[in-house]
């Protein structure tokens, strides 16, 4: 898709919030695999327009995933964000993908304790109630954890203020990961009532860090820098390649710089066709009750993303 006249003339615009504004926020994530969900924790903490309260990790061994966040949370001196382990296992029971090279070069990982002393989907809507619909939640992995909310706690889930997602693919062929993972998840977050924006993959590819961003970002002081330069070429070397979409970082970055976004109202579908499990396509443009991405300005979007994480 081009980039609009319109979306170019407000890119340059910003929304200025008052500083004493901070937006509650819970992030739920499979972090350590891709490492675009490092890279957006690190903005959403850093985001001077949220207050991120709580990471909940999905998908796979989330105890080890919720000590990758704990590791990355403490090295940003942030031991105020609650750490939640969260579900393993998928609604649709498809099996878990795992890389394998998760945790590799965080260092200490294992030194890192995190108790689990309640579901990650009781603390979503548990969050949600106590903030009386102030909360916002951004999730950048398979569904499940917002699911097991939804079903557990659906008048608590009622007042999670937006629902922010990277997921699903909708003029690309073929299925996105988050959804493909577990989408029978998916299915029930999108026909819940929840206020969403959702970020797909088709506009996620058109964002790119490469080797000039992985500069500026290793020189973050405070061992910031060198972890998440090793989680970078660490994945671009598990991917054979040079750079990297910030898939999860555009998703955060549609909380604090929608105007860099054009959006459409739709519904999504989710399709079980066993060629193509996750496949999603959007219908009732205009009066479906999702928003979706449909346009980004994506070289300001990639500077902005860079800008942020380096701050």
């Not at 961003?213 to 973050?220: F, N, Y």
């Not at 499990?277 to 219908?283: D, E, I, L, S």
Request: proline fraction near 5%; aromatic fraction near 6%; include cysteine.
């Amino acid at each position: 898709m081009a980039e609009s006249a319109g979306l170019r003339a407000r890119a340059g615009s910003r929304y200025c919030l008052p500083l004493t504004i901070m937006r509650p926020v819970v992030f739920d994530t499979d972090i350590g695999t891709d490492v675009d969900d490092i890279l957006a924790l690190v903005l959403l903490a850093k985001a001077p327009e949220l207050k991120l309260l709580g990471v909940t990790t999905v998908y796979g061994d989330t105890g080890f995933r919720a000590r990758i966040a704990k590791a990355t949370t403490h090295t940003l001196g942030r031991e105020d964000i609650a750490i939640v382990p969260g579900e393993q296992h998928t609604l649709s029971g498809r099996q878990i993908h795992w890389a394998g090279h998760e945790g590799e070069g965080i260092p200490q990982v294992n030194s890192f304790e995190v108790k689990a002393n309640q579901p990650a989907s009781s603390y979503i809507g548990e969050t949600a109630e106590a903030l009386g619909g102030e909360l916002e939640v951004i999730a950048t992995g398979p569904l499940t954890n917002i699911a097991r909310a939804i079903t557990a706690a659906p008048s608590s889930c009622a007042r999670i203020k937006h629902l922010y997602i990277m997921g699903g693919a909708f003029w690309r062929s073929g299925a996105e990961h988050n959804v493909k993972c577990d989408a029978d998840a998916a299915r029930v977050v999108f026909s819940s009532n929840i206020a969403m924006t959702v970020i797909s993959l088709d506009l996620t590819l058109r964002v790119w860090l490469g080797r000039k961003e992985l500069t500026r970002i290793a020189a973050l002081p405070n061992g910031l820098g060198p972890l998440l330069e090793n989680q970078l070429i660490r994945w671009w070397e598990y991917q054979h390649v040079q750079g990297s979409s910030p898939h999860d970082p555009l998703a955060a970055l549609a909380m604090v710089r929608p105007d860099l976004f054009r959006f459409e109202n739709y519904d999504i579908d989710v399709h079980d066709e066993a060629s193509a499990p996750g496949f999603t396509t959007v219908v009732n443009r205009q009066s479906g009750k999702i928003r979706v991405g449909v346009d980004v300005f994506a070289r300001t979007a990639e500077q902005e993303i860079v800008q942020r994480i380096v701050s």
